[in-house]
């Protein structure tokens, strides 16, 4: 087994989209390269309703797949083609925008106030840009969670992790998408294909990722041990960016931690990318602005409806 080196520690960027909607960016709109197949991440936590509730208006999306996890809060959707929907705590959409949707995304706190989540978007290679628009919605009772003898726990929405797959199926960049929990103190090492492209996503608690590259200036623990590997630590709001690799190792700190552990298989295709909608060339990305300005971008279904 070869242990992940750590590329690079990435802490968010506080952001605003939609009609006024505050949240953090943890990537996107830069590195597509390092983090191929996947686009950008938002983590949309915000206890202030004021800073949430003018939501995510009709937009288009074309030649991307939207991943939408709700830990608090609901979000209310819509789109072009009449789907109506409510994602409430835990659950799950996966959206393939293919061919091109217009949509809305209006969110809600829960009783205390909270709006808790993320929005992961996935590129989808060439041959697919222009398949059809769907949906996967999946209630938070059908992803299956695991608890090992440790207490560690495994929230698994898509791919395969401790003998048991999500239920997220059939889509283009074959992710995997966990939500882990280490309680505090314990040790974890977890399998990556060597293949993929992986980072993780810490959001609550805190620990040390631990790196078997060389020692860098941001060694943080095991200073006195040269030849020991260098250990990161990370906190809410850090994402870790790993190299190649067939594990990672994680050390909760005294409170646990809790990440997103997502990785993909590279697309290495060109990207051509302005806002809403991601293609391989300047030319289909001019043409795909155009169809939206003459009303010709929805290939299927209706307009959206008020």
């Known amino acids: 087994m070869s242990l992940r080196p750590i590329r690079q ?69 819509g789109d072009s083609l009449g789907n109506r929907g409510k994602m409430t705590a835990g659950d799950v959409q996966w959206m393939t925008a293919g061919s091109g949707i217009l949509h809305q995304e209006m969110p809600k706190g829960d009783p205390q106030g909270r709006m808790h989540g993320f929005q992961l978007w996935a590129n989808l290679p060439a041959e697919l840009k222009m398949t059809d628009p769907r949906y996967q ?9 695991i608890t090992e003898d440790d207490g560690t726990r495994a929230r698994i929405i898509c791919g395969e992790f401790w003998g048991r797959r999500g239920p997220v199926e059939g889509v283009a960049a074959d992710p995997n998408y966990f939500d882990i929990s280490v309680p505090p103190g314990k040790k974890k090492r977890l399998k990556v294909e060597t293949t993929r492209n992986a980072f993780a996503y810490v959001f609550a608690g805190a620990g040390t990722f631990r790196d078997s590259s060389d020692p860098q200036a941001v060694l943080t623990e095991q200073v006195h041990k040269p030849d020991a590997g260098a250990v990161y630590d990370a906190r809410n709001h850090s994402l870790i960016l790993f190299d190649r690799g067939d594990e990672v190792a994680v050390e909760a700190g005294p409170e646990g931690i809790r990440f997103l552990l997502v990785s993909g298989k590279p697309l290495r295709e060109p990207v051509a990318w302005y806002g809403p909608i991601v293609m391989n060339t300047e030319d289909q990305l001019r043409q795909a602005y155009d169809e939206l300005n003459d009303g010709t971008f929805i290939k299927h279904g209706s307009e959206p409806r008020a």
């Open 137 to 145: 919605d999946i209630p938070s009772a059908a992803i299956p969670e």
């Open 9 to 77: 520690v990435i802490q968010t960027k506080p952001t605003v989209e939609g009609a006024g909607v505050k949240l953090q960016r943890a990537f996107g709109f830069g590195k597509t390269k390092e983090f191929d197949p996947f686009l950008l991440l938002d983590d949309f936590r915000n206890e202030n309703p004021e800073d949430y509730l003018a939501g995510f208006p009709w937009h288009p999306h074309r030649g991307i797949e939207t991943i939408t996890y709700v830990l608090a809060g609901s979000v209310e959707h």
